[in-house]
Structure formats: structure tokens, C-alpha cells
């Protein structure tokens, strides 16, 4: 099986590693190099869960849109980069078109817009729909346009905010994934949270990005009144 060559990085190559022994026990890093090995890891998918993939949405899947105040879109540029958005409104704002097309608004931020930027340069996108307290999520797959007016965009109004611009997409993927991640993770267990485990939000700010603010300052930006402008355009 052919094998990247990575001695630099201490990856080691299934030729190195032919001769027996236990792989990676010096220390080097192993990789798998494609599907075949890969497979032979962690073996095939059950028929459900291959079964389990629709392309169109079914009224389940609309009422769990309908339920959902998260998302976090996946884009991936031209070049092979990527990036990953949080997004969030009300839950009810998720606009569902038809069974094959969804709208999602774009509120104001910092206006670094990476995902749509990527889309402009390859629409293929991933979507993962979060239900407070539910382990189990809506994956969604498709093609992505940029839309900057439609007649639907009146829909999308929340809290007085009309967006600039909505993301169309195009469902070509849609399943529900299980709860494991969630349960390992214990997520939405109180217990678990530990929000003073790092810096608090001013801190990491003026560390990491504005080292010309005060903590006082930034903690006054990052305070009560922070959740004013959440609709207000900046």
C-alpha cells in the first residue's frame, strides 16, 4: 500500500512499519493514507446508518429546523482552506423554502464574512442544526448561493433586523446524526460546565486582539449592553 513519505514530521510509511512490530511504538506518527486502510480500521457503516441519507426534507426534518436557534455552517475555499461559522437566531427563523431549499439570514458581526467568502469560490457547504438539550442533530449538505434580496427576505426579520444578505442552499445531503458526541461530552450537563476554566472574554480579547484596549474598556464592550446591538448594524 503506498505511503506518503513524512520522515521530517516522524510519520511513519507502511513500508517502515512492514517489518513488524507495533506501529508508532517509537514514537512516530502513523497515517492512514486512503479509504481502503482506513476501512480496515474502522470496518463499513451499517446498512441503516447508509440508509439513513435523504434529498429531500421530511416534515421531521422541518420541525426540527423550525426548533433550531444554532448552526454551525462548514465552507471550504478555492485553495482547500476552511473555515467553520457559529450562527444563531430565534429559534422559528430557519426558513424552509420548499423540501429542497433552505434560507438562512445574515446578521451583523465582524464582518470578516470567511464562509461566504469560500462560498463565493466553491458553494459545496455542510450544516449541523443544535437543539438545546438534544444529543442527537440535523446534518444538512448542499450547494450554497449569496443572495442579497428575494422576496422572501421579509421572513427573515428578527427583532426588527432585515439582513443584508441570506445563504440559499440547495439540499443535496440530510440525515439526523446519533447523540454519542454529545453524551461523551456531556454537553448540556450543568455538571460539566466550567466557564472560569479560561480567561474571560476582555481578557482573551486583549491579549490576542486588542492589545491598545483596556481590560476596563473591554470588559465595559463586552458587558450587558453587548446584547443591544446584536440586530443593530455596526
Not at 10 to 38: F, H, N
Amino acid at each position: 500500500m503506498a505511503r506518503r513519505s513524512r520522515q521530517d514530521a516522524g510519520v511513519t510509511t507502511q513500508e517502515q512499519r512492514s517489518g513488524g512490530g507495533s506501529a508508532g511504538a517509537d514514537g512516530a506518527v502513523v497515517e492512514v493514507a486512503d479509504e481502503a486502510e482506513l476501512r480496515a480500521l474502522v470496518g463499513e457503516p451499517s446498512a441503516g446508518a447508509v440508509r439513513k441519507e435523504r434529498t429531500r426534507l421530511h416534515e421531521l426534518d422541518r420541525a426540527w429546523l423550525a426548533a433550531s436557534p444554532f448552526w454551525l455552517l462548514a465552507t471550504s475555499g478555492a485553495d482547500g482552506t476552511c473555515d467553520v461559522s457559529p450562527k444563531g437566531d430565534p429559534a422559528g427563523s430557519v426558513l424552509v423554502l420548499d423540501d429542497r431549499t433552505v434560507a438562512l439570514a445574515e446578521r451583523p458581526g465582524n464582518r470578516r464574512v470567511d464562509g461566504f467568502r469560500n462560498v463565493l469560490a466553491n458553494p459545496h457547504v455542510g450544516l449541523l442544526f443544535l437543539v438545546p438539550g438534544r444529543g442527537d442533530t440535523l446534518r444538512v449538505n448542499g450547494r450554497a448561493r449569496l443572495v442579497r434580496d428575494a422576496p422572501w427576505f421579509d421572513d427573515l426579520v428578527v427583532k426588527g433586523h432585515r439582513p443584508l444578505l441570506a445563504l440559499l442552499v440547495d439540499v443535496e445531503q440530510v440525515f439526523h446524526h446519533c447523540s454519542k458526541a454529545f453524551l461523551r461530552s456531556g454537553l448540556w450537563d450543568p455538571a460539566t460546565w466550567d466557564p472560569e476554566a479560561v480567561p474571560a472574554r476582555p481578557t482573551i480579547a486583549r491579549t490576542l486582539e486588542r492589545p491598545d484596549a483596556s481590560l476596563e474598556e473591554l470588559a465595559a464592550y463586552y458587558g450587558p449592553s453587548y446584547a443591544d446591538g446584536l440586530y443593530r448594524s455596526t
